[in-house]
Structure formats: C-alpha cells, structure tokens
C-alpha cells in the first residue's frame, strides 16, 4: 500500500482482556517496528523485526506483551490480560533499512 | 546506550517569528538523527533527516536542522513560522545497523497570532 496502515484506529476494552493490534506495512519494506506512546512518556521502542531474523524483543514491557510478523508483511502486537497502564497508543513503523522509517497513524487503546 | 534529550518540553511563539527547537544526543557510534512532527491524533511524519555528508540538513515545511557532532546536538530551526506549526516534535537517533530508533520525549511547538 501507499502507506502503513494500523487497525483498529480506536480500542476500548476491558480490564484483563486480551486485545490484538493490526499493522500492514508498505509493500517490500523489510524491517516493522512497534512503538507505545503514552502521555508525557514520548515514544517507547517495544519490538523491532527484520526480514527473517529473530525478532528484537527487548522492549517489550512484560511477558503479556507479544508481536509476530507473517510471512514478512503483516504484524500483529497482542496484548493479554490488559492492565489499565496499557493504555496508549501504540504506533507501528516500516522501513527499508535504518535510513527513513514510515508511520502509521496508530491504535489508541484505552482499558477500562 | 543511545539517547536523546530534547531541552524544552513546551515551546510558545508567536507566528512569523523565528523558532529553534533543541535537540542533543549521546552516543558512542556514528549515528544518523532525525526530526519527526506529530499534529493533534495522527502519526509521525518525517521532517527531515541527516545520514551524511553536509550537516545542514534541509526538510519539509521550510525546517532545517544542523548536525554538529562537537556538541552532539541536531538542533531544528525555522526562520518564520505559522499557525499551522502547532504541532509535536520530535528528535531521534540510529545507528547504521542498529535498527529501532531511539526517541526523545518530544517538544510541543505552540504557535500563536
């Protein structure tokens, strides 16, 4: 596609739900990138995949956090029993190599 | 480890006059930087970028940055600006290789009449 596209843009759920978050990077792009961003906290790095290569997980906050990429396109972050400190918006990113880095408009999940 | 400060958390100005947003960076590798602006509920998009070669770096929206690696600072400035500025800015750094970027907490510009 032209650009990144995140689904859903909005995401109200309930404390200890499970949720998944949706990113379709642009087409050939083989690195994706998830960030959280959180009020008065800028942009946190949560995970990091590069063509086949193991994933870079190592800003993942807790072990209910998890993310996969299938067949090196779609990635999915999922979220299980969410806590309220979840709440964010969480921004995924596609590149070509480390030399420009595209956004998407992101997923606003608030847990309630 | 990489990181940045950005010194202001919240910049007012009053519109066509001058802004520099300020941005410093540690880091022990060479490193490519990059300023990104968030408007109200949208995602980043990429202002301008320094990989190499010149350190004056021009961007989108008439915004450039200076690399000046002696200061380890990629400061944003725009001679003018406009109401349609207001927005989040935000400065962040990589190095060749390394992947994810690492980002600063962010510089509210407010530009006002």
């Known amino acids: 596609g032209a650009g990144v596209s995140q689904s859903p843009s909005n995401k109200v759920t309930e404390k200890g739900k499970d949720v998944e978050l949706r990113c379709d990077p642009i087409?050939?792009?083989?690195?994706l990138y998830w960030y959280r961003q959180s009020l008065g906290q800028g942009l946190e790095f949560l995970i990091y995949?590069?063509?086949?290569?193991?994933?870079?997980k190592s800003g993942l906050p807790s072990d209910r956090f998890s993310a996969e990429r299938t067949g090196g396109s779609v990635s999915t972050l999922t979220i299980q029993r969410t806590q309220q400190e979840d709440s964010a918006v969480y921004l995924c990113?596609?590149?070509?190599?480390?030399?420009?880095?595209?956004f998407g408009s992101g997923t606003r999940l608030t847990v309630v | 480890a990489q990181s940045v400060t950005q010194l202001d958390s919240q910049v007012p100005v009053f519109e066509e006059a001058p802004v520099e947003l300020r941005c410093n960076y540690s880091?022990?590798?060479?490193?490519?930087l990059f300023w990104y602006v968030q408007y109200p509920n949208q995602g980043l998009q990429l202002l301008l970028k320094?990989?190499?070669?010149?350190?004056l770096v021009k961007g989108i929206n008439g915004f450039e940055a200076e690399f000046n690696k002696s200061q380890t600072s990629f400061h944003l400035r725009k001679p003018s600006v406009h109401i349609s500025d207001t927005a989040e800015y935000f400065c962040?750094?990589?190095?060749?290789?390394?992947?994810?970027?690492?980002f600063g907490k962010g510089t509210k510009l407010s530009v006002k009449p």
């Open positions: 990113a596609s590149s070509v190599g480390d030399r420009g880095y595209t």
């Open positions: 087409s050939g792009h083989t690195a």
């Open positions: 995949f590069q063509g086949n290569s193991a994933p870079d």
């Open positions: 880091s022990s590798v060479s490193v490519y």
């Open positions: 320094y990989l190499s070669g010149s350190t």
């Open positions: 962040a750094v990589t190095s060749p290789g390394q992947g994810n970027l690492i």
